[in-house]
């Protein structure tokens, strides 16, 4: 996927929000700018953390912002405050819907899958138990 540019007129209402925040520091504009690329870039493609090109910067240091900015509101008072933008709307909207990963998909998790498992080989090992009326008989070519 091409790599994704904020326009100079959107990043500047962006840099003017964010400068409000006051869980949010920004020490370098393009910093900043760049990582906000790296989120919409992943958004987007619904890709992991890890597939992010290199170009945005670290993958982990990205995240790690990401889910600082995340647990203290930025993005949900991005979205709110940017609502009645049409411009940024779209930005902001677009960027909120994302493909969910395959094991999203009603798999069981481990530790059930695992007990089921445990459970379907219990059951087959005391099927397999013979009393000793329904033992089959050796057969006669049998020297054991």
């Keep these: 996927m091409a790599p994704i540019g904020l326009n100079d007129a959107a990043w500047e209402q962006i840099k003017f929000f964010l400068q409000t925040q006051e869980h949010v520091y920004i020490a370098q504009d393009e910093d900043c700018r760049h990582f906000l690329e790296a989120i919409v870039w992943i958004a987007r493609?619904?890709?992991?953390?890890?597939?992010?090109?290199?170009?945005?910067?670290?993958?982990?240091?990205?995240?790690?912002?990401?889910?600082?900015?995340?647990?203290?509101?930025?993005?949900?008072a991005m979205l709110e405050?940017?609502?009645?933008?049409?411009?940024?709307?779209?930005?902001?909207?677009?960027?909120?819907?994302?493909?969910?990963?395959?094991?999203?998909?009603?798999?069981?998790?481990?530790?059930?899958?695992?007990?089921?498992?445990?459970?379907?080989?219990?059951?087959?090992?005391?099927?397999?138990?013979f009393t000793s009326s329904s033992r089959p008989k050796a057969s006669p070519l049998s020297f054991c």
């Excluded at 982990?60 to 203290?72: D, G, L, P, T, V």
């Excluded at 994302?98 to 099927?127: I, M, P, Q, Y």
Aim: net charge positive; hydrophobic share 40%; aromatic share 12%.
């Design 45 to 76: 493609s619904g890709a992991q953390w890890r597939l992010l090109p290199e170009a945005y910067g670290n993958w982990n240091s990205i995240y790690k912002r990401f889910a600082r900015w995340e647990k203290q509101g930025v993005f949900k």
């Design 81 to 129: 405050y940017f609502s009645s933008n049409p411009d940024l709307q779209n930005l902001m909207l677009d960027s909120t819907i994302t493909r969910a990963h395959a094991c999203a998909a009603g798999a069981l998790k481990k530790t059930a899958d695992r007990n089921n498992r445990l459970s379907a080989v219990l059951e087959a090992v005391s099927a397999r138990r």
